[in-house]
């Protein structure tokens, strides 16, 4: 890929980006967007979604409307994706039109718990040991292979937790292959691990790739609850997942985000766990405690912008309000240090993602 | 006027702040509304207006209409503006139907070079010598008064040094009296200014008030091209500054943002130059270099949340983009140190503001 200069393809102000995905994420990125002077337009099957109210255009439509889609990139200079399950026929069908960043390989990969393991298995980065199986009997072979515990997960469609299933011992199988839905799983080894770590790396069309200071991240049920920078592992630990986020975005020819998470060791070595090609609420203290946010270098990215080199500008613990968290709103409000980010989602349900604060300062 | 808790008027999330105005203020504000969870609906007389590609909701009607007014208040929890010069029958219309900030005899007020001048001799706080005149033989009298070098302006509808002319002696008056208009008009003083400084003052439904950073400003041709904070004034300049533009915010039981121009003179003294009741151009710099925005902040005041107490995170140089400026922004965007708001205005005209860049740090 040659490396052209910036200037000849930096977007002048007024060029429209597309964002596949309607959600916070792409609500931010539109505003990210704006702020640098482009329009933005929204790809969503859902009518009143986050991401619409602060973009010039939206289409509604299904990811599958092959002509749909083919008519949003036509409509756009430059597109990009909030939301990572888009099918990768649409993601293939957009890019025959215009750049699309990242490419529908790589989306595609990240969609695939086993494809992303071979492929960090492939960059030389440690998975946990894991077997793909597709059928109930290869299903208590793959058990029987990888050892309990186990976690058994869809190979595909699986977020915050869901499409998972933990097996203490293979007499669960039967329960777990039923739960998933009688399809393609990944059994993976359960990793003991003492942290959770994130890598987001941000790689632009000149091939110039940065990292954001890597985050530790507190789960609960499989969602994340708080991200911390900086993460306070040991400095080998730390240097070993930059290491390992790069090489993965290098091999891949990345042009955009990445998000890896990681699972840390007892021993400080560290298990690739997974990746998504888009901003990643691990990331979202960028947006008031680093000079850049992920949202705004992906929106650079795309326009053929210089990158922004990252840089801690202070402490900060990212705190996610889930369904009833957003009760707490009045306490966070009255934080001096909290800077408080609200989705405009008009029904508030349980487990779902409806804001985010970020406490910055010292007081962690 | 009686003090409520903030918790008793707290607006939750997904209720609607009404913004008069589309320009980039608004623009701002609506972002600034967006992040904390708000709907936003835009009243332009303007179609594709900046403001309105990231509002929820738009309403194009001129600001006359009162019924189009109407409806918009009706459709909001509570209203601010961002274009200064709304008449004040469409501010009376609005407030009678819903909560409007500031309110209607402040912005009628600050859009009277007299009344504002008035309003700060009141409070105590200095201004130039000045005079009103509605006839040419009245312009006369007035500058034989106020004596030459003296700026004559229009009392209304000024802005960005439109509306405003020099004389140097009285001969220049008939012609003056032309350009202007034949209009009412102030004769102003000329004062000899060694700096000028912007204070912008925050007062909450609670009468909490907290003003920013005080900023020092440089204009061309009576646009401002630069801010700096901290504005390196002296201590005693700075507090007479924060005193005076509280006393006056006091005093006009504000609420919602008032922001100031003082001339500063050659002992430290400071004379009021003028006011908005608004975001300003030169408090743009909290964006990038402050713990609040002041685009946040109003949306604050409007929602009833407490308001936060502005702290200066770095140094930090506003620089404008106006009109051929645009052609510099490639070198903007490969400052490290520049971080650029463009505002997504289709056309490019001489002298109209299209961006800005807040170069923040220590390289000033």
């Given at each position: 890929m040659p490396l052209m200069p910036h200037e000849d393809r930096m977007l002048p102000p007024c060029a429209t980006i597309g964002i596949m995905g309607g959600g916070q994420l792409g609500r931010m990125m539109a505003m990210a967007a704006a702020s640098l002077g482009y329009h933005v337009h929204i790809f969503t099957p859902?009518?009143?979604?986050?991401?619409a109210e602060v973009a010039r255009y939206v289409t509604v439509a299904p990811y599958e409307d092959v002509e749909a889609v083919e008519a949003f990139a036509r409509s756009v200079d430059v597109m990009t994706l909030e939301?990572?399950?888009?099918p990768y026929k649409a993601a293939q069908a957009a890019q025959a039109v215009k750049p699309f960043y990242p490419s529908p390989e790589i989306v595609a990969c990240a969609q695939h718990r086993g494809w992303e393991k071979q492929f960090a298995t492939d960059a030389g980065v440690p998975t946990p040991n894991y077997q793909i199986a597709d059928s109930y009997e290869g299903l208590l072979r793959a058990v029987e292979h990888v050892g309990t515990p186990c976690i058994i997960k869809?190979?595909?469609?699986?977020?915050?937790?869901?499409?998972q299933y933990r097996v203490?011992?293979?007499?669960q199988c039967a329960d777990a292959w039923q739960a998933l839905g009688m399809r393609e799983v990944i059994i993976e080894a359960f990793v003991p691990f003492v942290a959770e770590a994130s890598v987001m790396v941000a790689r632009g069309q000149d091939g110039t790739m940065h990292t954001f200071p890597v985050t530790r991240n507190e789960h609960e049920g499989g969602i994340l609850r708080t991200s911390y920078v900086p993460c306070g592992l040991s400095v080998t630990t730390h240097t070993a997942l930059e290491h390992a986020a790069c090489a993965m975005a290098q091999r891949a020819e990345l042009v955009g985000l990445l998000a890896f998470e990681f699972f840390i060791l007892a021993d400080g070595s560290i298990c690739f766990n997974e990746m998504a090609p888009r901003p990643h609420n691990s990331t979202h203290w960028t947006m008031d405690a680093c000079n850049v946010s992920q949202f705004e270098q992906l929106m650079r990215i795309c326009a053929g912008l210089p990158l922004k080199k990252p840089t801690l500008r202070a402490t900060c613990r990212m705190v996610n309000l889930i369904g009833d968290d957003m009760e707490q709103l009045t306490k966070w409000h009255h934080d001096p240090h909290a800077h408080v980010h609200v989705y405009g989602k008009a029904e508030c349900r349980e487990g779902r993602k409806m804001g985010h604060v970020n406490i910055v300062g010292d007081n962690l």
């Open positions: 859902e009518k009143d979604c986050p991401a939301f990572e399950n888009i869809t190979t595909t469609m699986g977020y915050d937790g869901k499409g203490l011992d293979a007499s």
